[in-house]
């Protein structure tokens, strides 16, 4: 460890600082071909960089790591205009992350993931923000703050991740503080009434304590309309900052205390409709319009999308002499709520909303020792982690869109809210009007989590050119949850329904308006309506919450061999296993056994001399049993999204490349192949077909990047140019896609299609380096397609509701530097 200098007197610092306040919140971010951190890098050959990355507890050079990883530096984001890790995803090949609910996001690698946001169960991508897991609902996808590197780790990685990370694991790594004086500040304006500003200050208070801090604002209007409420969407409206205090006492140790807030205000993810009228019945995909040239139309009960989140981060270390001490403490709390609409019209008749409210508060401390000599590096710690979080799932109607779906039901087959309605106007009662009354459900869960873990890792040196990693880590879950659906709010029903007694019918059947049998099934619907929910209506939750406890033990297993055929070349072959800590049904009750992966890969990394070209390749294959998938159940009244379990296998390929071809000038690339298919299908949904044999649904070609940087001196500065593009193949359907939403075809459109983007940027540097300018385009050629289909709400005639991808974007990037 190194003491801070400090290089630069205080009054200079604050008259810098002064400075930075005065411009209108700009902030840090690499410019052009950037060079990594101080400390991460050093220059080989064609200036290509050795970038050291931490993705098995210790520093190591990212060649020398056997594992398939995928680095993501600040330059990288920079020049997509990335505001957070989904919008590069579609240049890291593997993995898909949808952001367009923050407060449920969904991350997948090489296949592995789940669309569903409840409590009860995890997801098989860790992610973790300077190795505090953040988890996968509504903490787990924020906005970039002075990010100093992303390690993308594809396969398994529990023995040193630990649980809920068996596909993969998201490592974000922020700067700490440093001992010199620093400062800059960045604004981008563009189209859709897009403002992003970032802002740092890096402050030395003495020889060994400095302080850093920075703050982001991301703002945006949208490229769309909402007819039904004149207001833009999707909208962006987020700040967030983070403070950091760096301590180094002695140099033998140091210490860092962090604090990160983000504060998430917006209006909800924007749907469409995909027919021209609703209710609709049947589906008929020939009178399908394309959703892209439909006007928007949503009405969300109290629409929004907001959250509120506070993290604080205590890292320690210390040098024993014969191994380094480190501690890691963590704690997160959010509250989020998600109220959004579920039809894609603004017709009564057919609305369905949804929202999502929870509040979550997670604690983690983990403790290493590690060392090493001339036979081994060692590894060993203990991890402990505390979850407890409430959420409610709700359900937003009307009492006409519920006629609409009682007279399709065929076990019901009229409407009531319009019969009771005529029933009282015949007995000379007019004030009676149950129509387009509201109706709200709600089921409310808890959790209470603990996870506990001892873990080791041993990387043995066979030879001066072998190594031979073994690693093992022990873990024990477990989870308390519940379950409680209360009655259902309908204000505005329950005094006028109380009309409809058994008496009421009795006295319309002795008029002959009605006969008995008619009556007696009139009067058992008005009982059942006053008394019942139609979506969540387990009787055994109505009262109080029910609880239910499990606990899972688990023992994940790494082997990994490498051999340096040269200094420049390494070969590895790995076995590895994974863990996903079991889970319970937010909705239909129920629990899940834990997952497991077992992965074996074959992989090779190097560079070609002093030629500028790095390469790695990796070739995988795993089998995942009891994946907990998101499938909707269309057997339940208004069909819900469920979790089931599934095992899946796939065999695949991951390539990368990039070669610096002069000082100026580097091209890259990287892609993967991957054979995804259901091995056997477990705890089927409703009247979901068994998939067994068929495609997940993953394309073969699960993207392909391609890429040049080009530098030239300009004008005294330095000009630059990047320009990327990618391709996401085709969606693998099976005998359930379409029905789900990933594969339907229409005229004119469909999704699942091929998909292609280009994003570039050209920009200059003054040749100071304090300032530069740059402009961005995201999707270069306009290229939108709908991002998915959701038929959740077709038992109200809305056969399905779609979701777009943006369509292309514009920015004007001022950058300055203290």
Request: aromatic residues 10%; hydrophobic residues 40%.
């Amino acid at each position: 460890m190194t003491r801070f200098t400090r290089c630069i007197p205080l009054r200079r610092s604050a008259l810098a600082t002064a400075a930075l306040c005065a411009v209108a919140g700009f902030g840090a971010s690499a410019w052009g071909q950037a060079q990594p951190a101080a400390g991460d890098a050093k220059p080989v050959g064609n200036d290509a960089q050795v970038v050291e990355v931490t993705a098995q507890g210790r520093r190591q050079e990212v060649l020398q790591v056997p594992i398939a990883i995928q680095l993501i530096g600040p330059e990288q984001i920079a020049k997509v205009g990335a505001v957070n890790i989904a919008e590069i995803s579609s240049f890291t090949p593997g993995v898909q992350i949808d952001a367009t609910e923050p407060t449920q996001p969904n991350f997948t690698i090489r296949g592995l993931g789940t669309a569903d946001f409840g409590i009860g169960t995890d997801s098989p991508v860790g992610v973790y923000v300077n190795g505090i897991y953040a988890g996968k609902t509504g903490g787990a996808l924020v906005n970039f703050n002075d990010i100093k590197r992303i390690e993308v780790l594809k396969g398994p990685q529990g023995t040193l991740f630990g649980r809920n990370s068996a596909a993969g694991a998201i490592s974000i790594v922020t700067n700490d503080p440093v001992g010199e004086f620093a400062a800059s500040g960045l604004v981008r304006l563009g189209n859709q009434a897009t403002l992003h500003t970032e802002a740092m200050v890096n402050q030395p208070l003495t020889d060994d304590l400095a302080l850093r801090f920075s703050a982001v604002t991301q703002r945006r209007e949208g490229w769309t309309t909402n007819v039904t409420t004149a207001q833009r969407a999707p909208q962006d409206n987020a700040w967030g900052t983070r403070l950091a205090m760096g301590w180094n006492p002695a140099s033998a140790t140091s210490a860092v205390l962090a604090w990160e807030h983000e504060d998430l205000d917006q209006r909800p993810r924007p749907v469409w409709a995909v027919t021209a009228t609703t209710p609709v019945f049947p589906t008929d995909t020939s009178s399908f319009v394309d959703p892209r040239k439909q006007p928007l139309r949503n009405d969300p009960a109290d629409g929004r999308e907001e959250r509120k989140l506070d993290s604080l981060t205590l890292r320690l270390e210390h040098d024993l002499g014969f191994a380094t001490f480190s501690s890691l403490t963590g704690w997160r709390h959010f509250n989020s709520a998600n109220a959004q609409d579920n039809d894609g019209t603004d017709n009564i008749a057919s609305q369905l909303n949804t929202s999502n409210f929870e509040k979550n508060t997670a604690w983690q401390q983990e403790f290493r020792l590690a060392g090493n000599n001339e036979t081994v590096d060692w590894l060993a710690g203990l991890s402990l982690s505390r979850e407890k979080a409430e959420q409610t799932s709700q359900i937003n109607t009307s009492s006409t869109s519920l006629d609409t779906l009682f007279s399709h039901n065929p076990d019901v087959g009229f409407a009531p809210f319009l019969t009771f309605d005529q029933l009282a106007l015949a007995a000379g009662l007019p004030q009676i009007d149950l129509l387009g009354q509201t109706w709200q459900e709600d089921m409310h869960n808890t959790l209470d989590a603990k996870a506990y873990a001892v873990f080791g890792d041993l990387i043995w040196h066979l030879g001066p050119s072998t190594n031979l990693t073994t690693g093992v880590r022990f873990t024990r879950d477990e989870k308390k949850f519940s379950w409680y659906n209360p009655l259902r709010s309908a204000p505005g029903l329950d005094p006028q329904l109380a009309v409809f007694t058994p008496e009421f019918f009795d006295a319309l059947v002795a008029a002959g308006a009605l006969d008995p049998a008619t009556a007696a099934q009139l009067a058992f619907f008005a009982d059942y309506l006053r008394t019942h929910n139609v979506e969540f209506d387990n009787p055994d939750w109505r009262a109080a919450p029910v609880y239910a406890s499990k606990r899972w033990n688990n023992v994940s297993p790494r082997l990994v061999l490498d051999h340096h055929l040269d200094k420049d070349t390494m070969v590895f072959a790995s076995a590895t296993r994974g863990y996903q800590a079991g889970g319970f049904n937010s909705v239909n009750g129920g629990n899940f056994a834990p997952e497991n992966i077992t992965s074996y890969e074959l992989g090779i990394k190097g560079r070609l001399g002093n030629s500028g070209l790095s390469y790695g390749a990796s070739l995988f294959h795993y089998v995942f049993k009891d994946l907990q998938s998101i499938v909707l159940d269309r057997s339940l009244p208004i069909p819900a999204y469920v979790v089931t379990s599934t095992d899946v296998q796939a065999t695949g390929l991951d390539l990368e490349a990039q070669w610096q071809v002069s000082r100026g000038w580097r091209l890259f690339g990287s892609m993967e192949y991957i054979d995804q298919t259901y091995k056997r299908q477990r705890h089927l949904a409703g009247d979901q077909p068994d998939l067994s044999g068929q495609p997940y649904g993953t394309p073969l070609i699960n993207t392909l990047t391609l890429g040049t940087d080009v530098q030239w001196a300009l004008a005294d500065g330095t000009a630059n140019w990047t320009l990327q593009g990618s391709y996401l193949g085709r969606t693998r359907c099976n005998d359930d896609s379409v029905a789900q939403g990933s594969c339907l075809k229409a005229p004119g459109w469909e999704v699942g299609e091929a998909q292609t983007r280009v994003d570039t940027r050209i920009g200059w540097e003054a040749p100071s380096k304090r300032w530069g300018v740059g402009l961005i385009v995201n999707n270069l050629f306009d290229k939108q397609y709908v991002r998915f289909l959701s038929n959740l709400s077709s038992v109200v005639g809305s056969p399905y509701y779609a979701g777009l991808t943006d369509p292309r974007r514009i920015q004007l990037e001022v950058k300055v530097k203290l």
